[in-house]
């Protein structure tokens, strides 16, 4: 059984060069996989949107309600693995208050070791809230897809010279407000290096490069589940589709051609009841 690792133990990763393996899950049977093979950390996103639910609109759809209920089967999956809960849209940029109160139902009820937040110096007050309430929080910046509105659709963010110091100022105002974890989502390697290196904090990246403290993708789209599109930053380590796609057509196939079930999948009359039976439906 692996030793459930804290914060703690990032900072300490992050001094000595080790790196973080993180991945999203939603559900318990994938969080226990995830924890068998040894990951570090396991974020139920918010993403849970389109690759559960198959909302189009992206992650704007999803509820507090829903965060929950697939949380708290990911810690149920995965005990001994660090376990954050992603915000969803309109749980935390409303008031600081709210945003405490929906933080703290992810730690009540679903027993996550922290949360994440999008944004950057517009949600400082927020992020200083929840810390001070006791939690801990991930800050995440550069493409936010809650914003994507905004920003004109899934686009890499911080290219130039003067966007990539708005991602900087951002995530130095995240550590002065009391993260203790952020996340850069499609920024060029060069300015994840920056970060990574200016801030005290374990910096992740998904889509930011080989320089930072480790490393997050979305497990269906790492697992070749997810089809409609695949970011650039992805890299496929299986094609479960396509084994899905294949298995329920060899299914469909043994039905139709009547072999399916075969004897091992039968359960036995006892002995002798055949017989019985036959005389008891005598008319
Ligand atoms: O919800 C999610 O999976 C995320 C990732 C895109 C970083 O926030």
Redesign the pocket.
């Known amino acids: 059984m692996q030793k459930k690792k804290g914060i703690i133990d990032f900072q300490k990763m992050k001094k000595e060069g080790e790196k973080v393996a993180w991945l ?1 899950c939603y559900d318990y049977p994938m969080a226990q996989f995830q924890e068998q093979a040894g990951i570090d950390m396991i ?1 139920v ?3 849970v949107g389109m690759l559960i639910y198959g909302y189009t609109a992206g ?1 704007i759809p999803v509820t507090m309600d829903q965060c929950i209920v697939h949380a708290e089967a990911v810690r149920r999956g995965a005990p001994n693995t660090f376990v954050m809960g ?1 915000m969803p849209f309109l749980s935390y940029q409303t008031t600081p208050e709210e945003a405490v109160r929906n933080a703290g139902r992810f730690y009540k009820e679903a027993g996550v070791d922290a949360i994440k937040l999008e944004g950057g110096r517009r949600v400082t007050k927020v992020v200083k809230a929840v810390v001070d309430a006791g939690m801990v929080v991930c800050g ?1 910046i550069g493409l936010t ?1 809650q914003s994507t509105g905004q920003f004109g659709g899934y686009k890499a963010q911080g290219r130039t010279a003067k966007t990539a110091n708005e991602v900087i100022k951002d995530a130095r105002a995240l550590q002065e407000a009391g993260a203790q974890l952020l ?1 850069l ?1 499609a920024v060029a390697p060069e300015v994840g290096k920056f970060i990574t290196e200016d801030l005290e904090i374990p910096v992740y990246g ?1 889509g930011a490069g080989i320089y930072c403290d480790g490393q ?1 993708l ?1 497990a269906h789209d790492m697992l070749g589940i997810w089809q409609a599109f695949k970011p650039k930053f992805v890299k496929r380590y299986a094609n479960i589709a396509e084994n899905m796609v294949k298995a329920f057509q060899d299914y469909i196939r043994d039905i139709r051609e009547s072999k399916f079930p075969e004897d091992i999948h039968c359960y036995k009359m006892i002995q002798g009841e055949t017989e019985k039976l036959a005389e008891l439906v005598k008319k």
């Open positions: 999203t974020l996103g918010d993403s992650t992603d995440h897809p996340l989502e998904i997050l979305i």
